[in-house]
């Protein structure tokens, strides 16, 4: 499985619910990633969609713990066994966590990619990415070159984990 975020300098994702920036070249490199793939999103990271809809040429997970919540384009789970008998229908390859904190926090250890936009400013956010980088169970396998746009120098980097198996989480899916 994958995780795939854009973090700022603080590891920071998000900020009064909605993306810290706009940089069009990381949503083009979301959407070159994720489509015709699995994506798997908290709830209020799915309300933060434009019309709060699913993402096209996507199969769209959300996680919610309302029994009624309903999403267009979405299928809806509303616990973690319900979420682990869904995704078991899938290659583990194609499946994307897409966040928010709660959701990152939660299966990045289960996650054998994990796609990280580093964008080198202070963003000030309220939302949160583990930080990868203190973590021993995972390397950088590709940083890309340096981008920049709206004023925002950026980065893409691939982490995989690293074969010895450590930092893995013992909470399988
Ligand atoms: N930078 C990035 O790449 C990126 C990507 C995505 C999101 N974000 C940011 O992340 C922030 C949102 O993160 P967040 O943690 O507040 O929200 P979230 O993870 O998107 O959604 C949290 C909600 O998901 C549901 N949920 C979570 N775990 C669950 C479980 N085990 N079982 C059932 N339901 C579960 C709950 O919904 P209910 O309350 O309905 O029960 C919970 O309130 C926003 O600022 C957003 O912009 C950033």
């Known amino acids: 499985m994958n995780l795939i975020v854009a973090v700022d300098n603080n590891w920071g994702i998000g900020r009064d619910n909605k993306l810290l920036a706009s940089i069009p070249g990381d949503l083009a490199y979301f959407k070159e990633k994720t489509t015709g793939k699995v994506v798997v999103m908290g709830r209020k990271t799915l309300e933060s969609l434009p019309n709060r809809r699913g993402l096209p040429r996507r199969t769209n997970i959300v996680l919610t713990r309302q029994a009624d919540y309903q999403a267009e384009r979405c299928i809806v789970v509303h616990d973690e066994a319900e979420l682990a008998a869904e995704l078991s229908k899938y290659a583990s390859d194609d499946i994307f966590f897409i966040g928010g904190e709660s959701i990152y926090r939660r299966y990045y250890g289960l996650c054998d990619r994990l796609y990280i936009t580093k ?9 949160f990415m583990v930080d990868v980088d203190r973590l021993d169970g995972f390397e950088v396998l590709f940083a890309s070159e340096m981008h920049c746009e709206n004023g925002v120098e ?19 899916i």
């Open 119 to 127: 964008m080198y400013a202070d963003l000030g956010a309220d939302a």
């Open 154 to 172: 950026y980065q893409f980097f691939i982490y995989g984990r690293k074969t010895d198996g450590s930092d893995r989480t013992d909470q399988e």
